[in-house]
């Protein structure tokens, strides 16, 4: 078990290195890159603006009963910043990651498999084209280029998303929440946002191209490699932002 895991491995790394070189024909591939950043980032924006809207109203609302339910009292401004300080720290960067891995893996996977079951890789190679540069490259990039708008944008929709929970319930007021959102937070806390989203749009893009690319049989495998990807790639967030926080907040 641990002699294929290390395999595995060594296959990953390998095809990675053949991923990033430099793009054998540039046009062809800022064309790639552009269709690659709308399927994998414009194509999102509905999904991660809902999703951030209502968790952050969730969020606002669950500090602020806790803060009720408090034997100290705590100022209604401070739950505007703990709202900010959640969707910082942790959901926006590490949530919504999963939850691309999701809906951008299995894409990814689904569409790199189809072409290996289809032969078109193998035509690929036999032209002499670095399939792996031509196929996985674009969308690493796309993934790095897109991935922090999203979690920025996401950020900010869990701010707005509290600021409407509190007009609609009247828990607390307009400048209690301005108030709390203008709150100092370390500018460390942003920077370990923005680098996990980086490392994790890294693997986002990679781990589903691995499995797809090394699919083997019919479209049955195609499914069965997506459900693959998506679950590896989860797993690897997760170890990774347990090492990211140890390293960067500890």
Do not use: C
Request: glycine share 8%; no cysteine.
């Amino acid at each position: 078990m641990i002699k294929k895991f290390l395999n595995a491995f060594g296959e990953y790394f390998l095809l990675m290195g053949k991923s990033i070189r430099n793009p054998q024909k540039m046009s062809v591939f800022w064309k790639h890159l552009m269709r690659e950043i709308n399927d994998l980032g414009v194509n999102s924006f509905g999904l991660v603006v809902f999703t951030s809207i209502f968790v952050g109203a969730v969020v606002a609302i669950q500090m602020y009963n806790n803060f009720e339910a408090s034997a100290f009292p705590i100022p209604a401004s401070f739950v505007g910043y703990a709202t900010k300080a959640v969707l910082v720290l942790e959901f926006s960067p590490t949530i919504i990651s999963l939850v691309l891995a999701g809906k951008v893996g299995s894409y990814i996977a689904s569409s790199i498999g189809t072409m290996r079951v289809s032969e078109q890789i193998d035509a690929l190679d036999i032209m002499g084209v670095n399939s792996p540069n031509f196929l996985i490259l674009p969308k690493i990039l796309a993934s790095l280029i897109f991935n922090p708008l999203l979690i920025a944008m996401s950020i900010s929709m869990g701010i707005l998303g509290g600021y409407l929970a509190g007009e609609m319930t009247g828990n607390w007021t307009q400048d209690d929440y301005a108030t709390g959102i203008q709150m100092y937070m370390p500018n460390l806390f942003y920077y370990y946002a923005f680098i996990k989203t980086l490392v994790f749009a890294f693997i986002i893009a990679t781990v589903p191209s691995y499995f797809g690319y090394n699919v083997k049989g019919g479209s049955l495998e195609v499914g069965r490699a997506s459900t693959q990807a998506v679950v590896w790639t989860m797993v690897f967030i997760i170890i990774t932002e347990l090492l990211l926080t140890q390293m960067i907040l500890s």
